[in-house]
T-cell receptor, first 116, second 112 residues
């Protein structure tokens, strides 16, 4: 059973550019969530995808968008990058809510994004 | 907005000592999870507690969920250098991993 994998592991972008981060969910998990973790902080929920549709969103502007594909993998896109977007971006996959009382989230190792 | 406050923010202790980390909120959560995160890695789930007053033990780690499901604590007995890491509590709603609200974390360093 493969775990959650994210790519790339590190990325440096210039302010104003666009970036795409990728996530492959754990086998059998069709729910994917994205989190932003700034240095010294806990992760903050960006949004969640279930069956290729957005299924909940945190307090992030529209320039943060995502996709989920039929194989449950997911992308996080950020347009018009700002310096404050520099953070560790975490992807977490889980079983669908209806299948468990407490569906645990399993995290990937993250993508470290630096905006200069 | 639901907030989780963790304390202390930093903790440095000697090997063999005991410690307790606290996670408090003004909101009620249906479940609360504890994670440990090491540098360059994603958080790894340690435990999920769902019932008010619940106590769970994982080897030298003891987790408690407050009766009102607003607070939790993590107690480590006889800490070891391998326990070093960032400990995060996260509250969930509806018993799912749909959206987790994380605390800011406690950075634990156990010195040999």
């Amino acid at each position: 059973e493969t775990g959650v994998t994210q790519s790339p592991t590190h990325l440096i972008k210039t302010r104003g550019q666009q970036v795409t981060l990728r996530c492959s969910s754990q086998s059998g998990h069709n729910t994917v969530s994205w989190y932003q973790q700034a240095l010294g902080q806990g992760p903050q929920f960006i949004f969640q995808y279930y069956r290729e549709e957005e299924n909940g969103r945190g307090n992030f502007p529209p320039r943060f968008s995502g996709l989920q594909f039929p194989n449950y993998s997911s992308e996080l896109n950020v347009n018009a990058l700002e310096l404050d977007d520099s953070a560790l971006y975490l992807c977490a996959s889980s079983l669908p809510y209806r299948q468990g009382l407490n569906t645990e989230a399993f995290f990937g190792q993250g993508t470290r994004l630096t905006v200069v | 907005t639901q907030l989780l406050e963790q304390s202390p923010q930093f903790l440095s202790i000697q090997e063999g000592e005991n410690l307790t980390v606290y996670c408090n909120s003004s909101s009620v959560f249906s479940s609360l999870q504890w994670y440990r995160q090491e540098p360059g890695e994603g958080p790894v789930l340690l435990v999920t507690v769902v019932t008010g007053g619940e106590v769970k033990k994982l080897k030298r780690l003891t987790f408690q969920f407050g009766d009102a499901r607003k607070d939790s604590s993590l107690h480590i007995t006889a800490a070891q250098p391998g326990d070093t890491g960032l400990y995060l509590c996260a509250g969930g709603l509806g018993g799912s991993a749909r959206q987790l609200t994380f605390g800011s974390g406690t950075q634990l360093t156990v010195l040999p």
